[in-house]
Structure formats: structure tokens, C-alpha cells
């Protein structure tokens, strides 16, 4: 696993959403019956617009299921998507990804992922926010469970992203991925080093989790990964004695971290203008553009295809390339 | 500390010096007497080439003792130095530093420190040679040793430097950095990563270490230093149960590393020609001047005062800029 193999969607909450999307996980079949039909059941008498709304709606409430997870992980997830909701809702367009890229099953029914991209409006600093689940039922009999919140900002500003991704390949054993990437060569600009992460006293938020005795540095395998994190990024490795434990460990620690780096991601990434300059812009795009390219290729382009077949692995890259810009 | 407060001096071995180099480490008397009355004491008939060799062979003496570190310890350095002085003995100029920076101590004589640096010739690739050992009686009755050995190659390559502290700050409790910092922005040029770090299975030497029991992960607090530092980089803390298995982990693991990350600086990186464009000469030259700026910033401007008393840092650090051209 690499960053996590799959990146995925965001759709913020709405309040016609709220209540259900906080029902416990159902089986996969209610989970079928949620999406599935609906998607392909509207009427050829709705217009482009109703259709768009209906698939963005469809494709939201799938994602804010996590079916597959622990209440307090779900509550975790629901709890972001809700304070980007809060700041962005009015600023992002709805989700157009196809519906069987939003949500997709390999034929055997082992692999379910979920997949929801929305795009910022032109004036909107955010190119795009990410979010996904995706789940996988292992040979052992036991699975694999990931969720993941990123964001991308567009080269109006150079200010850092914001990646999380929980990975459970047990429900005793999580890698946590949490940081704010930053956009440009740290080494030749301390500026940037001291506003973004010395300023936002990010480092205390790693050691808080340090702190937790069960919490173990986690190095990822590849090395473009390792690269492109922060100096202050969480890369842990979390294994539990039990499902109880992990739970409290989600609820009281990881949960009020992953928080708070979004808050300072909202307070100091998203909200400020910064000017940057022409030939700046060039080496952003340059740079942004390089690391989607490779984080589809270290994180989706062997594993996707393993996990879910050819023909859904190729669809969802190439929606995902197309969303990307690569 | 930072990357480590005295980054320092190297001197490589001649024959000359090569047995009384391994003579065990001395009270300070004898040290005193070693040095500063030699370089004093050279007769105004020596013409100026050998008072430069006198002094560059004092230095390297002085260096080449590593008077209050453990065997293993010394001979670790030993062996490093060596394996510079094998490779590059006639491509580098001698130590032409002052005497008072080649070797200095604080008032009450409680802190000392041995610097040495030597410059590449202008047809090599390398800029200078740096090595250093410091040793800090500390308040508790303990003391504090380090020992460096770090090379700065030239704008003529890209290729990364080479980097090593030890820092004790007692018998049983080490702090390793062990690297081979990178000189451009690796998220921008993966073929650079791939070249330097991932053919050369640098990593390997890192879990090599990862898996001493005594070893764990160490955080700089200098976020700078972790953003300068390389995804291989081995940042380390070793507390060991007593001297004896602090031996025997420098001995029988951080040695054969230590060896094995400079073999492949050798190798890969101080060999190969690298063709370097002209405005990516510019970017280097402005890049490497922000990390020896940095570094000495970081690491000494204010742990030097500190230990030996203003007027010796001021001087010692002037000598740093001058040959680090910043």
C-alpha cells in the first residue's frame, strides 16, 4: 500500500442527506438497492440539470455510507466532510463522475469502492476536494478497508493541500496518513516552511499522537511518497489489542488530530489570498501536475486492476486523469 | 540539537599519521601540547608551503585523534575518513584554517572541539571536505560528544552530498543522522529519486538498522533539517542498556551502514560526470548556498555562543561562512 492505493471522493453533507447518511452500516445488498437502480432508473422526462443533481445526490449519499466501517471511524469521516460542507459547499460544483465510477464492485463482489469528486468554481481557490471509500474482502476472511479526504488547490495559490487516508487491514491494524502537502520545494523557500507548518505549530498535532503507545512511525514503501509529505506529516502505524481499543484510540485521539490539521488547512491554506507570480504559476502547475501523475501511478495503477479487474480499474483512472489534469 | 550544532571537520589520513592516529584518546594536557604549541612554535625560517603543510598536519592530527569518544566509536570515524583519503587524497587541498578554528575551547575548558576542512581542487567536483568532533562537559557530570564527517560537492554536479553525525549525549544515548541529502527538489525529478535512492537500495540500509531493538525513529525538532534530509535518511535514537552493547550496536550495525551509505556515495554520486545546464547550475548554486546558510543557522548560531563563549563562535563560524561562500 502505498499513500493509500486509492484516492478517492468528497461530497459534502446536505441537509436532506444528514440523517441518513448516519444510519450504521447496511449489507451490501441495501447498499445496492441505495444506488445502483436509482442512478439508472431517472426518467427521460427530468432535465440535464435534475439528471446532474440526481447523480450528485445518488453518488453522495453511497459515499457517506461507509458501509464497511467502525461507527467511530464513520463518525471521524462524516465529521470532516461536514467542516469542508460548512466552508465550501456554495463554492463547489456538484459531482459528474459517471455513476459506475462513483461507485464500482468487482464481478466477484469481494471489492466495493466509492468514488466522489467535486471541482471548485472558477473563482474558487479549490481545484477540486476527493473523497472515497473502498473496501476489500481478503483471502484470509478478513478485509481491507480505506477511506481518504484529499483536497487540491489550483495554482491561483501555492498554499498546501490536505490528504488523509485511514487504511485498515484488520480492524486492530490502521496506517494513518494525515498531512498538508506542501506545493513547493521547502529547502529553498523557509518562508513557506515557517508559515505553513512552524507557524501552525502542526508538529504538536504529531507528537500528540506519539504520545498514544500503540501509535508506531510508518514508513511508506514508496519513496516518492515519503518525498512529497511535509516535514510535520503523521505517518503511523496503529495496532490495537482490540476492536474496543481501536475505536477508543479513532474517537479520542486520531479524531480531535485529524481535526485540527484541518482546521489549520482551513484557517490559514484555503482562506488566504496569495499573489503568485507568472513564472511561479508555470513551476506550480509543473509540480502539481508531476505529483498527481505519480500519485495515480504508485497508488491505483497496479493495485486497482488487481482489485476490481481491467475494465473497472481503466474507467475509474481515466475519470480520475481527466479530473486531474494529467 | 539540530542536524548536529557543530557541523565540522575532516582530515584525511596520511601515513605519516596513520599509527599515532589510533593511539587511545588522551587527557586534555596532552592534547593542549599536541597542538596549539606546535602551530605557535614554527620557526619564521619555514617557507610558507610548509608552514601550510604544518598547519594541515597538526589539524589533521588533532581531528584524526577523536580523543574522548569509545574505540568503536573512533574507529568507525577512522575507517570513514580513510575511505575519503583512499578516493580523493590528491583532488584535495590542505586545511588552510587557523589554528583557533581548527581547534578551540571554551574558558573554563570544558568544552572542546576539532574542525578541519579541506577545499577539492578547482578540476573536482568536490567543494570541501568537512569533518569534526566536539566534546562538552555538561552540568550533570556527563558530557556531550559528536563527531561529523559531511561532503559538499560543487555546482559542476547535481549529484547528492554525503552526511553523518553521531551526537552522544551520553555512553548509552545516541543520536544518528546518516544521509545522503539531496540537491534538487525530489517530487520534481523522479529520475533523480529513482537514480540515487532507489537503484542504489538505500532504504535496505535503513530497515537494516530498524531492526536493532535499541533503535527508534528520531524527529529533528528543526523541521528544516527533516525537509533537507532524504526519504532514505537514517534519523535515529539508540538508548542502549550500558556501553558494552553501545559498542557492540556502533561495531557490528551503525558501522557496516555508515560504510555501506558512503560506499554508495562513492560509487553513484562523487564518480559519475554529470552534465549540469546552465540555468540548473543557477538553481543549484542558490539552492546549496540556502542550505549551508540554513545549517549553520540551525545548527550553530546558537549552540556555539553558548558552549564556548562569544568571541571563539564568532570566529569559528566566520571561517564556516567563508569556506561555505555564504
Redesign the interface.
Known amino acids: 500500500m502505498a499513500l493509500v492505493f486509492s484516492h478517492c471522493l468528497y461530497s459534502p453533507l446536505s441537509s436532506s442527506s444528514s440523517s441518513s447518511s448516519y444510519v450504521p452500516a447496511g449489507p451490501l445488498q441495501s447498499l445496492l438497492k441505495l444506488s445502483r437502480p436509482r442512478v439508472l432508473s431517472v426518467s427521460a422526462s427530468t432535465t440535464p440539470s435534475q439528471r446532474m443533481d440526481n447523480l450528485h445526490n445518488e453518488g453522495r449519499r453511497k459515499f457517506i455510507e461507509f458501509p464497511y466501517v467502525s461507527a467511530p471511524h464513520k463518525k471521524l469521516m462524516v465529521d470532516l466532510v461536514s467542516m469542508l460542507d460548512t466552508r465550501f459547499d456554495s463554492h463547489l460544483l456538484p459531482c459528474t463522475l459517471p455513476p459506475n465510477v462513483q461507485y464500482c464492485q468487482n464481478q466477484g463482489g469481494t471489492s466495493h469502492a466509492s468514488l466522489h469528486i467535486r471541482s471548485g468554481h472558477v473563482s474558487s481557490p479549490i481545484d477540486f476536494i476527493l473523497g472515497s471509500w473502498i473496501h476489500c474482502q481478503l483471502p484470509n476472511g478478513g478485509a481491507l478497508n480505506i477511506t481518504s479526504l484529499s483536497t487540491y488547490l489550483n495554482s491561483s495559490t501555492d498554499s498546501p493541500n490536505f490528504l488523509m487516508d485511514l487504511i485498515f487491514s484488520s480492524p486492530t491494524s490502521l496506517v494513518l496518513i494525515l498531512d498538508l502537502p506542501p506545493r513547493k ?4 523557500d ?1 518562508d513557506y ?1 515557517q508559515k505553513f ?2 507557524d501552525t505549530k502542526l ?1 504538536a498535532q ?1 507528537q500528540l499522537l506519539e504520545k498514544v503507545p500503540e501509535v508506531k ?1 510508518y ?1 511508506s514503501p514508496s ?2 511518497i ?3 509529505v511535509s ?2 506529516a503523521i505517518l503511523v502505524r496503529i495496532e490495537s489489542e482490540g476492536v474496543e481499543r481501536m475505536d477508543e484510540i479513532i474517537r479520542d485521539h486520531v479524531g480531535p488530530v485529524a481535526k485540527q490539521v484541518l482546521q489549520v488547512w482551513l484557517d490559514k491554506c484555503a482562506s488566504e489570498k496569495r499573489e503568485v507570480a507568472e513564472t511561479e504559476r508555470d513551476y506550480l502547475q ?2 502539481d501536475k ?2 498527481r501523475t ?1 500519485t495515480i501511478e504508485i497508488d491505483l495503477a497496479s493495485s486497482l486492476p488487481r482489485l476490481f479487474g481491467p475494465e473497472t480499474a481503466d474507467r475509474v483512472i481515466a475519470a480520475l486523469k481527466e479530473c486531474f489534469s494529467v
Open positions: 520545494d521547502l529547502v529553498l523557509p516552511l507548518y512552524e508538529d504529531r512511525p514508513f519513496l516518492y515519503r518525498s512529497l516535514p510535520t509543473k509540480r508531476l505529483v505519480k
